[in-house]
């Protein structure tokens, strides 16, 4: 900027904070980097930082068995966590700006729960899409479900002065119906395909595969350009439904927009590893803490700590119970319940 | 900028739900530069008449500005034409003041290919708020939460400003800054403001032309001295009314009680 800087203070500070913010970004970019390179060094047998790094970037001249841990069991695992992590937090994101209220995720809405019904289907019953192989009927099911339920929550954000509590009060009318019917299935199950839901619910990325890798960067790559697209309309959202009108933007259709996003986003995730709590919640809440909701930063940075908190939650999964890797997703809730509890009590005005 | 080309609004209709709120309002011509202030009581269709000029409640009828008929425009350009400010509302945004005027401008382009900041920053400066540019939204007072907000509103350049009950909440002080400074803009940009007010001293001191709304309909229309009358007082309010000129040339209302409703 080439203006009189001594003769705006407010633009100066301004290009202060605007240069915080693409630090916080870079700063949790790296740190996503970093946490990566720690989850292919740590596990059952550690490998020394030179040793990983050698593995993934020079394959050929790598030791056989770090090649393996890291190629086959590693790898996948921690790039499955990093783009779980970051579409749940974009989800989250966006579900937090277009329903106005900040506690809204993937879960609030009965996402994870239409998806939960969805996997014990496919497990309980054996009921799933016909013609798909084995190890993508449970996916598939929780798809479809999540995808259902975002496909009601849409029709019904379409109709003519709907707003976000509407919506809240429709999703928390899904959880429940949800969670009846899969306690239904879960009272008439098995021995055997119980233990298998319950296992799944507690999520899990040990299940994965390049197959699924390829899917989730597939559907973040298309969906993370439209939601920066929509930036500024999502921030004008925020200085309110009638405002955000004013400026002549057609805010239903922003909201079934960011809706069909989010559904794409969380429904894959869930139906890959499985309810993993609070990372929808906790990584948006700590990227509006760093760096505003001002969207051209807020989408970015809710992304990257929701892969970072995943990439923690999975590396510590292996660490906290020696020789035993525990389910990821009852590891972000206990990381993500003390987190988001000192964020809400910290809160001075109401929600 | 005066003379230029006048608002007006015909035949216009918006149904609420089952309910006819305003059925077949007509306005009378406003001007570039003028403030005309909607009064009536509670429930007369103030906040509808104005969010159905700014295209929020689904309306029937025909406003023109000039030869333009503003509900046959698309959605953008009559976004362009008018700065619409809300009733108060309390916005938790994590936003300062001036990304707040940024995004109004970066929302839906307008073609205008300079600095955003600059924009922004050099509206602020025109309202006399640059010292609040870096403030949260959700941390300003009353008075400095209607400045920043009307910022949002006047910033892309409308020709039409439609401010909902500005002043509501603020103690008289404020009353008069925020007014103070929407006159001052409207006469120098030779904008056309619509403007809700609710209290009757604030329009006989601001408006340049006052319409007088009962159930849905203009009762009285014209300047403030032929439409606050005892007799349209008491039709619309139910008070029995004095008005008195004081010394500066200002009306001033004095409601002595309230009128017996015969049905």
């Excluded at chain 1, 996997?119 to 996916?139: D, F, K, N, R």
């Excluded at chain 2, 015909?10 to 305003?22: D, K």
């Excluded at chain 2, 029937?60 to 000039?66: D, M």
């Excluded at chain 2, 916005?91 to 970066?106: D, F, K, N, P």
């Amino acid at each position: 900027m080439t203006a009189l800087p001594a003769a705006a203070p407010a633009l100066a500070a301004h290009a202060a904070q605007m240069r915080w913010r693409r630090g916080c970004v870079a700063v949790l970019a790296g740190l996503v980097l970093a946490a990566l390179l720690a989850s292919l060094m740590s596990g059952p047998s550690p490998l020394p930082p030179l040793e990983a790094l050698r593995a993934l970037i020079l394959p050929d001249e790598a030791e056989r068995v770090a090649r393996v841990i890291v190629w086959t069991v590693r790898l996948p695992q921690a790039l499955t966590a990093l783009l779980v992590g970051a579409a749940l937090a974009l989800a989250g994101a966006e579900m937090q700006t277009i329903l106005d209220n900040p506690l809204a995720s993937p879960f609030t809405l009965g996402i994870s729960s239409a998806a939960s019904f969805g996997a014990a289907l496919a497990l309980i019953l054996g009921v799933s899409v016909p013609g798909l192989p084995a190890e993508w009927l449970v996916p598939a099911n929780a798809f479809l479900f999540a995808a259902l339920a975002m496909a009601l929550l849409r029709s019904v954000a379409g109709r003519p002065g709907t707003g976000p509590s509407t919506l809240v009060l429709l999703g928390i009318a899904l959880v429940f119906a949800f969670n009846a019917m899969v306690a239904l299935l879960q009272y008439t199950a098995s021995q055997s395909a119980l233990q298998q839901f319950v296992f799944w619910t507690m999520g899990s990325v040990g299940q994965t595969g390049w197959g699924r890798i390829g899917v989730l960067a597939l559907a973040l790559a298309v969906v993370a350009p439209l939601s920066w697209r929509a930036r500024w309309m999502l921030t004008a959202l925020r200085l309110g439904e009638d405002r955000a009108r004013s400026f002549g933007i057609d805010t239903g259709r922003l909201r079934t927009m960011a809706l069909i996003r989010i559904t794409l986003l969380s429904a894959l995730s869930v139906a890959f590893v499985g309810t993993i709590g609070f990372v929808g919640l906790v990584g948006p809440h700590i990227a509006r803490l760093l760096v505003g909701e001002d969207h051209v930063h807020f989408l970015p940075a809710s992304a990257l700590t929701g892969a970072l908190v995943m990439l923690l939650a999975a590396i510590l999964s292996e660490l906290i119970v020696q020789g035993v890797v525990l389910p990821i997703g009852i590891v972000t809730s206990l990381v993500g319940v003390p987190v988001f509890l000192a964020l809400v009590l910290r809160r001075k005005d109401g929600l | 900028m005066s003379g230029g080309e006048a608002l007006r609004a015909e035949g216009l209709r918006v149904r609420l739900g089952r309910r006819m709120v305003i059925d077949g309002l007509d306005l009378p011509e406003m001007r570039p530069g003028e403030v005309t202030a909607l009064i009536g009581p509670n429930g007369a269709g103030k906040s509808t008449l104005i969010r159905a000029l700014a295209r929020l409640a689904p309306c029937e009828g025909r406003v023109f500005l000039g030869d333009l008929d503003l509900l046959q425009q698309s959605a953008a350009a009559h976004a362009r034409l008018t700065g619409y400010m809300p009733q108060a509302v309390q916005s938790g945004a994590a936003l300062t003041v001036l990304e707040a005027v940024v995004t109004a401008l970066r929302a839906v382009p307008d073609g205008d290919r300079s600095d955003p900041v600059m924009r922004a920053h050099a509206a602020l400066e025109r309202l006399g708020i640059a010292g609040l540019a870096q403030s949260r939204l959700d941390r300003l007072s009353g008075g400095q939460r209607q400045m920043a907000s009307l910022a949002q509103a006047m910033v892309r350049g409308p020709r039409i400003l439609l401010l909902d009950e500005p002043t509501s909440a603020l103690d008289p002080g404020r009353q008069f800054e925020v007014m103070q400074a929407v006159q001052a803009l409207v006469r120098e940009s030779g904008i056309i403001a619509v403007v809700v007010l609710h209290d009757l001293e604030l329009s006989l001191r601001w408006a340049d032309r006052i319409v007088l709304m009962q159930a849905g309909a203009a009762l009285a229309s014209g300047a403030p001295e032929d439409v606050v009358t005892p007799e349209a007082l008491g039709q619309a309010y139910g008070i029995d009314a004095r008005i008195e000129r004081c010394s500066r040339g200002l009306l001033h209302v004095h409601a002595d009680g309230v009128l017996a409703r015969h049905g």
